[in-house]
């Protein structure tokens, strides 16, 4: 093992830089959102069964919000653009420039060449739980989703109804495709209401049981024509195990609002790189 060098601890006190200032992003007008949310009616409503995933759609302009209805559930949540599925959320993306855990304001980016905005936070009942002394906090984007194939890995079982199995098998029955060609279109998620981080000492990623209580919410602007799908995850609150039938799991409840009367013309264009990658 290399020795340290003599100024090793200059080195480490370096002080960071963030690698992409908030500052330099447009940042949505969330005034302009709530006067269009207070004229605006509820036009559908869908339940998550526990263990389950269903899909749903939104346009652009209209809120949906995801809701904590019998008992402290996490959810994860997949969007793709309603009217092309490669176009899909980029949470890593999303990460590097909102940080690990979402805010209202923040806003969900959709993967390359289109980054852009697909949906904001509009609003978040879980606001106050900030970040706790152990550095987690709620609504991450660092996880990816419980997925049958590390279970395997981990736990040497077959279990069919992790939050990625979930969101295949509603994927394909929305849009009538095989589960495997539906599996391929789940990507890594924003995970709802899911309270997160990593440990301090050994950088692993950890969670702990969500703040969440019934009645709770968090509700998204949608920017782009959206199909959306959520898990709500066979870890429950996630304060134990995921990825088994042992945790306590309840529904989820996502609903879809429309103002009539908004005249609002949202006009979210994809990236505008011009895409020649140093090739003329
Ligand atoms: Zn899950």
Not at 104 to 123: H, I, K, N
Request: aromatic content about 10%; charged content about 25%.
């Amino acid at each position: 093992m290399k020795k340290e060098p003599e100024d090793a601890n200059k080195r480490r006190e370096v002080s960071p830089v963030i690698c992409y200032p908030s500052s330099r992003l447009k940042r949505p007008n969330l005034k302009i959102y709530r006067s269009i949310r207070e004229g605006a009616k509820k036009v559908d409503e869908i339940i998550i069964n526990p263990r389950d995933a269903k899909c749903f759609r939104v346009r652009a302009g209209q809120f949906f919000r995801i809701t904590s209805i019998e008992g402290p559930q996490v959810g994860d949540l997949n969007l793709w653009n309603l009217d092309n599925l490669s176009e899909k959320f980029y949470s890593g993306k999303t990460r590097a420039l909102h940080g690990s855990h979402m805010d209202e304001g923040d806003q969900m980016w959709s993967c390359f060449p289109y980054l852009r905005p697909m949906a904001t936070v509009f609003e978040d009942t879980l606001k106050w739980y900030g970040v706790d002394k152990f550095g987690g906090s709620v609504h991450d984007v660092i996880g990816t989703r419980c997925d049958p194939y590390t279970n395997k890995l981990l736990e040497g079982n077959n279990y069919h109804h992790c939050c990625h199995s979930n969101l295949a098998r509603a994927l394909a029955a929305e849009i009538a495709l095989p589960i495997l060609e539906a599996e391929s279109l789940i990507h890594d998620v924003l995970n709802v209401f899911m309270c997160t981080g990593f440990t301090r000492d050994t950088g692993q990623y950890f969670m702990k049981a969500s703040p969440v209580r019934p009645g709770d919410y968090i509700e998204f602007f949608a920017e782009i024509d959206l199909l959306g799908a959520l898990s709500a995850c066979p870890g429950g609150d996630c304060s134990t195990k995921h990825s088994s039938d042992s945790a306590k799991c309840y529904p989820l409840l996502v609903e879809i609002f429309l103002n009539e009367q908004s005249v609002l013309n949202i006009t979210n264009e994809v990236n505008g790189y011009n895409r020649k990658h140093g090739l003329q």
